[in-house]
């Protein structure tokens, strides 16, 4: 909602139909215009097709938000499964990519805009019990300082937040 109380049409991708519809029925309440899109952003075609949706709904990004995240199960990694961290990296990592690699493509054809890739304090501290997920916020902040290096010639920016517990709907 803050983006759209700052002037901007918003796409939201959530794996949750109904909580999609909420997010862009509060930002149109904005006066604003929003997309509600339902997919799992760790799926290659779902995040290449919502990119498309939004583009032809509201016309070129210039802000790209990954957000989505997971815990997984928890657990050192000695009882870590594979199962479990295949889907915390999946959703944190391979999704955040995936955000970032689409919103890319048509910033670096305008030279201009911004990606924004949410991380943890996990990402920088690891906390007992939570191997998968702080393996995979770790993995982010890389994956930000990568992207910021190959995008910086092209005039797009990339950052990495990383706030402490947070509630999420």
Same mark, same amino acid.
């Given at each position: 909602?803050? @983006?759209?109380?700052?002037?901007?049409?918003?796409?939201? @991708?959530?794996?949750?139909?109904?909580?999609?519809?909420?997010?862009? +029925?509060?930002?149109?309440?904005?006066?604003?215009?929003?997309?509600?899109?339902?997919?799992?952003?760790?799926? !290659?075609?779902? =995040?290449?097709?919502?990119?498309?949706?939004? $583009?032809? =709904?509201?016309? !070129?990004?210039?802000?790209?938000?990954?957000? %989505?995240?997971?815990?997984?199960?928890?657990?050192? =990694? /000695?009882?870590?499964?594979?199962?479990?961290?295949?889907?915390?990296?999946?959703?944190?990592? #391979?999704?955040? /990519?995936?955000?970032?690699?689409?919103?890319?493509?048509?910033?670096?054809?305008?030279?201009?805009?911004?990606?924004?890739? @949410?991380?943890?304090?996990?990402? @920088? +501290?690891?906390?007992?019990?939570?191997?998968?997920?702080?393996?995979?916020?770790? %993995?982010?902040?890389?994956?930000?300082? %990568?992207?910021?290096?190959?995008?910086? #010639?092209? $005039?797009?920016?990339?950052?990495?937040?990383?706030?402490?517990?947070?509630?999420?709907?």
């Amino acid at each position: 909602l803050t @983006l759209a109380d700052l002037g901007a049409d918003v796409a939201v @991708l959530d794996w949750t139909a109904g909580a999609a519809d909420e997010t862009a +029925q509060a930002i149109r309440r904005t006066g604003r215009e929003a997309v509600a899109l339902t997919g799992d952003t760790g799926d !290659e075609k779902t =995040v290449v097709e919502a990119f498309a949706t939004a $583009r032809s =709904v509201l016309g !070129e990004i210039d802000v790209a938000v990954a957000c %989505a995240g997971v815990l997984g199960a928890g657990g050192p =990694v /000695f009882e870590a499964s594979v199962e479990d961290f295949e889907q915390v990296m999946g959703v944190n990592v #391979r999704g955040s /990519f995936l955000v970032a690699r689409e919103a890319a493509k048509g910033m670096r054809k305008r030279r201009s805009g911004a990606i924004v890739l @949410l991380s943890s304090l996990d990402g @920088l +501290q690891a906390e007992h019990g939570m191997f998968s997920y702080c393996t995979s916020k770790g %993995a982010l902040l890389n994956l930000a300082r %990568a992207a910021a290096l190959d995008l910086a #010639r092209d $005039r797009v920016t990339v950052n990495c937040v990383c706030p402490s517990v947070t509630h999420t709907p």
